[in-house]
């Protein structure tokens, strides 16, 4: 296509420098834009991908061509249970997005709401026990109250009465985001050759098919093997859904909502069969499974992003305590106020946690400003670069932590955390209340202060999401005024 790029090695392509990148592979994406231009060619293996971060050319692809490019790039290792948030064929998808889509409604999400307090409440209570100014790692803490807010909120399992079914779901899903060697060789053989697909997902699927039944039928393997956290999720998920159905346990949960548009008759039948406004079991099924994984480790780093920015901006801390202090206990108020959205816009702006899921491909072929794109093109967004930008974030230096900057209006496509378009995030309104309910709770009671190992500990590292790679160490200063 003529676009410039860094020179691609035999075989890998740009693999070995986009993968061992000193930050993470974002940050190398954003190196190649300062190189090349905003847009440009990379390769993974042999396959082609264009990366931009012109929000004009992005706003083509993203929104007004969008059905032009309803799909996302395909993991390596996808099988047909990711297929939804993944790459599905345009009327699959949005028949089911159009059914998920009000289980986030405003009003959906206040009937939610207790369960979220509930589950802060708890965490406040952990945070009582930590011996004031002594610093700790507050990462650990958010990961569960992340997990029970979706446990509870999602699936009504309530971490308390639950505890331990509760602790494995948590312990589960945090190897989910662990890849061990062998799982790792083969997400680097499905990059580097996709062709063979067939044959890594084959390897992947029958291992641990063969693992589970070893553990199965010689528990005594159980202290030698770890199962697949995937299949072991998918089959728990799938056996509360079936005692729900089966029991007419009726609950206030996001799974409820989804029930409610389920039909539970048709659960071996082909979408194409199902009526317009009902998902299959299956679907029902992959859609749950997905916020488990999607919703959790997401909003649990998006929080501890947040702790460390209050830890170290005190005069930007004390703004939004006054801010918050001055709404009592009237939350319509207190999730609509201004300088609490622009300080979380703020964070995850500095911090965006999930930039390669942002990510299309083409599915017709069409032009894209002066370019004939090919069925099957690959797009890349260089976050990044975007959220860095002093043209679309000045005249306040885009490096400095300024909420402010949010009171102007932007470019729409300037702020990506969660994605853009018909395609972005859908639990977007379910992870800003709860970290708003989150925020609001904690600085009405502590005054979050950084410690000796707040700035020498923070490092970034990549792990499908990017997440702090040694905790979050605060210490937590109880305020005298506080109102509850
Ligand atoms: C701070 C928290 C979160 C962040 C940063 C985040 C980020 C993202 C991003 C970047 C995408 C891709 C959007 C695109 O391609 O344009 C996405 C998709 C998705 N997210 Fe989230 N997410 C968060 C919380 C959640 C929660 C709480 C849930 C569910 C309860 C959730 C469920 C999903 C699902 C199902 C998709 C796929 C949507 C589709 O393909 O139609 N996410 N998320």
Redo the contacts with the bound molecule.
């Keep these: 296509m003529g676009l410039p790029g860094p020179t691609p090695r035999w075989f890998f392509g740009n693999f070995i420098e986009l993968f061992t990148h000193s930050r993470h592979s974002a940050a190398c994406l954003a190196d190649w834009t300062k190189e090349y231009g905003k847009i440009y060619g990379y390769f993974i293996g042999h396959t082609p991908i264009i990366c931009v971060s012109d929000p004009d050319l992005l706003q083509e692809i993203?929104i007004s061509k969008f059905s032009h490019f309803h799909s996302?790039r395909p993991l390596p290792l996808q099988q047909h249970d990711l297929r939804?948030?993944?790459a599905s064929t345009d009327d699959e998808?949005r028949r089911?997005?159009s059914i998920?889509q009000p289980t986030?409604s405003p009003h959906k999400l206040k009937e939610v709401r207790t369960i979220i307090d509930q589950c802060i409440t708890e965490l406040i209570e952990k945070l009582d026990q930590q011996k004031p100014n002594v610093e700790f790692d507050i990462s650990y803490l958010l990961k569960r109250t992340s997990m029970n807010i979706?446990l509870n909120g999602?699936f009504g399992i309530n971490p308390n009465t639950h505890e331990k079914l509760s602790e494995t779901f948590f312990q589960r899903c945090l190897q989910v985001f662990e890849l061990n060697i062998f799982q790792t060789t083969l997400t680097i053989c499905s990059m580097l050759l996709p062709e063979l697909n067939f044959l890594w997902i084959a390897c992947f699927k029958y291992t641990n098919i063969f693992r589970l039944w070893l553990c199965d039928h010689i528990p005594f393997m159980n202290r030698f093997i770890n199962t697949d956290p995937h299949t072991w999720l998918l089959y728990h998920v799938e056996s509360i859904i079936k005692q729900r159905c089966l029991h007419g346990i009726q609950r206030i949960d996001?799974l409820q909502s989804m029930i409610d548009v389920t039909d539970v008759f048709h659960n071996t039948s082909s979408p194409s069969k199902l009526s317009k406004y009902h998902l299959n079991l299956d679907e029902l099924l992959n859609?749950i499974y997905?916020?488990?994984i999607?919703?959790?480790e997401?909003?649990a780093?998006?929080l501890s992003y947040l702790a460390f920015i209050l830890a170290t901006h005190q005069n930007e801390q004390a703004r939004l305590q006054d801010e918050i202090d001055h709404v009592y206990d009237d939350y319509e108020q207190l999730i609509k106020l201004d300088y609490l959205d622009w300080f979380i816009r703020e964070t995850?702006r500095l911090y965006?946690?999930?930039?390669f899921?942002?990510?299309?491909q083409c599915n017709k072929k069409c032009r894209i400003g002066q370019f004939k794109i090919e069925e099957g093109t690959n797009f890349a967004v260089d976050m990044f670069s975007i959220h860095y930008d002093e043209n679309l974030y000045g005249p306040v230096s885009p490096l400095k932590f300024y909420p402010e900057r949010f009171q102007e209006k932007r470019h729409p496509l300037a702020w990506?955390?969660?994605?853009?378009?018909p395609?972005?995030?859908?639990?977007?309104r379910?992870?800003?209340l709860?970290?708003k309910l989150a925020l609001v709770r904690i600085l009405r009671r502590y005054t979050i202060l950084s410690g000796e190992r707040t700035l020498s500990q923070f490092a970034e590292h990549e792990r499908f999401v990017i997440a702090p790679k040694n905790g979050i160490w605060i210490r937590l200063q109880r305020r005298s005024s506080q109102i509850r």
């Design positions: 993203f996302r939804h948030l993944l998808w089911q997005r998920i986030f979706i999602a996001l859609n997905l916020f488990m999607g919703g959790f997401t909003t780093t998006a995850l965006p946690i999930a930039p899921i942002v990510n299309r990506l955390p969660f994605g853009v378009g395609r972005n995030c859908v639990g977007m379910f992870a800003m709860e970290i």
